[in-house]
């Protein structure tokens, strides 16, 4: 693994924090390559005991044959020389670890008999404990502070009394003859399911020994999703501090599902009953509930805007005592994605995307002083103990691993190394963060990577990635999907930029590509690949291939139109094509609401305007077309529509369908054959 450019190290220097310090390759080292991305391991679920002596975490293991293993490891974090213990063997899979209250334990979720079900496993030695044996499976949970309590996230039928009624009414479901299915609403499916009527709901059981005691649905008969659907988790879920109530975020029931995002605040009794609405004044969304330890404060996220998915999370801080409810750092233009109190109930501890990076911040709630920690990379806090925060961190060259750094930020330590192994073998492509005047003579960023290769003197063809949203960001982090690294590895230059409308350059600058999707975009991207060769004459733009997904892949089918003389090829991944049909069958009717204003019948001179279907005649530039047949956000017929065009006039072009896919690719078989198939297309056309 490289070591940190000197523009990274200046960085690093510059905020008060140490930079990472990598071991040397060896000289078998090779340039990283897809299979070394599938197989690489992945830490995942980590814990931090309540003294702060210990940390638990999940390792994911994926063995050349394609079985895969995940077990849990202990950690002392008090000695620098202690070597991690696996604590588990088993063939299944452990996550979602927790600690007792005392520490001297931990739950953890696995599948052992069937089903995901909530396990306990003494630290002093001997078994695992199943402490669940319900009738359907955990989805995830959530321990009250004394751990005398959990919150579980069951998949059931809102009119079933019993998990018995749901599990029943599954199985009929699976058995019966008859495939039709009725709706009488929207949503009909959502991101890559089709609605079966069934809801998350939340049930909360008291833990007497290692098993439950009663369980109650506190949310029963509600119509609707809480966890939200399809990626939120029990971040979503707390229980107030004297463990006697529940505070989730949800919708409330209405046909209205489809077209709003009024998520709300609801408390509820753990004994069940009518829960209270804790936010009706505010008709955007409400999320992540905390409270402080004492009891006194709850901290949450909301946007301000109805329908406005993208709006920026306001720190919202709510006195129990008094119900006085203030804005905490309102002057601060970033949107966190996590958050937690410190110890001592005054001061929460976030993540938010800054300028490229997610960065750890402190943020004071009397004052509203907001401090960084540590911003390089991609990172989330685990915990924060004895001066210390313990947090996950990855880069452009770093998959994951755990570090720890004093709230200072001062002291930066890696934790774990769970693939030092593999990493010596690796050689990964230098990176640098850029600058350029984009629309409007405004500061836009990116980022390029060298070759892996990479020789002094020589010009290397270009990969320009368009990252998806479109209110995304393709900053410092590493990720299964869209891997920058592997464009290096195959000797690429790597060009990314974020241009107006990405996360973490501040709220007028993501709401700027709001009805403007073809505008300001494509003029930061032609600057920005324009100036960048200017940079770095080791980059060939002359010599380049464009390639996106979701957003990006809709800016694929914009180049083609607007910019068709810039790229030696394009590829087109789950792009929209017609924002017509496509207005009509995706699942989520806020997004485009919001982005043009309305519904289409309502304002279709801006659909029109820049919709990629209107300027087909200026396409010339070889295209390779991808989608899943799963994916509802943007149906595949988009995709079916653009290789139709393409085929139909002659212009060279491919389609690579995946029939068991969403709008990402996640079967890690198939992630191997993706970046084949746009690698050896790239290489086809830029004769690399």
Known sequence: ????????????????????????????????????????????????????????????????????????????????????????????????????????????????????????????????KQVSDLSLGIDDYKLSNDTDQVAMSIRVFPQCETLKCSKD?????????????TYTQLMVRHWDTWEDHARNHIFVASIDGNKLGKITDVTQGLDTETPPKPFSGMEEVTFTPDGKSIVYSAKAPSKEQSWTTNYDL????????????????????DSHPVFSSDGRYMAY??????????????????????GQTKEVAPLWDRSPSSIMFGDDNQTLY????????????????????VRPIYNKGYNSFVAVENGKAIFSHKSLDEPGDLYSINLNGEGLKQITHVNEEKLKDIKFGEYEQ????????????????????????????????????????????????????????????????????????GQKFTDSITKDWGGKPLEDLQKGLAAVGQQQEWLDTKNACALGGSYGGYMMNWIEGKWSDGFKCLV???????????YYVTEELWFPEHEFGGQYKDNKALYEKFNPVNYVENWKTPMLVIHGEKDFRVPYGQGLAAFSFLQRNNIPSELLIFPDENHWILNQDNLEQWYGSVLGWMERWTKK
């Open 572 to 582: 087109n991944h789950a792009g929209l094509f017609d924002m017509r049909s496509m």
């Open 434 to 505: 850029f600058t350029f005047k984009g629309w409007n003579n405004e500061d836009v960023y990116g980022y390029w990577i060298k070759p892996a290769n990479y020789e002094e003197g020589k010009k290397y063809p270009v990969a320009f990635l368009v990252h998806g949203g479109p209110q995304g960001s393709f900053g410092n982090g590493f990720s299964g999907r869209w891997n920058a690294q592997l464009w290096a590895g195959a000797g690429y230059g790597v060009v990314m930029v974020d241009f107006h409308g990405s996360t973490g350059y």
């Open 169 to 181: 009414k599954f199985d009929k479901e699976a058995n019966k003859k008859t495939t039709g299915r």
């Open 350 to 369: 976030v993540t938010a995307q800054d300028v490229g990076q997610v960065t750890l911040f402190e943020v004071n709630t009397q004052f509203g002083d």
């Open 266 to 285: 609801w408390q509820v009794a753990v004994t069940g009953g009518e829960a209270t609405n804790l936010t009706p004044e505010n008709k955007a969304w």
């Open 301 to 322: 996220f909301a946007m301000t805007r109805a329908g406005a998915e993208a709006d920026r999370f306001r720190i919202m801080l709510r006195d129990t005592v008094t």
């Open 1 to 128: 693994m490289k070591k940190l450019t000197i523009t990274s190290a200046a960085i690093a220097l510059a905020i008060g924090v140490s930079a990472p310090v990598y071991a040397e390759k060896n000289n078998n080292s090779h340039p990283f390559n897809v299979s070394d991305l599938t197989h690489l391991n992945k830490l995942h679920s980590a814990a931090v005991s309540p003294d702060g002596s210990k940390a638990i975490y999940a390792v994911k293991h994926r063995f050349q044959d394609g079985t895969t293993s995940s077990n849990l490891y202990s950690l002392n974090l008090n000695d620098t020389e202690a070597k991690p213990f696996q604590l588990t063997h088993d063939k299944g899979t452990e996550h979602s670890v927790q600690f007792a209250a005392d520490g001297k334990s931990i739950y953890f979720l696995a599948v052992r008999n069937g089903s995901t079900q909530l396990y306990n496993l003494p630290l002093t030695g001997g078994e695992a």
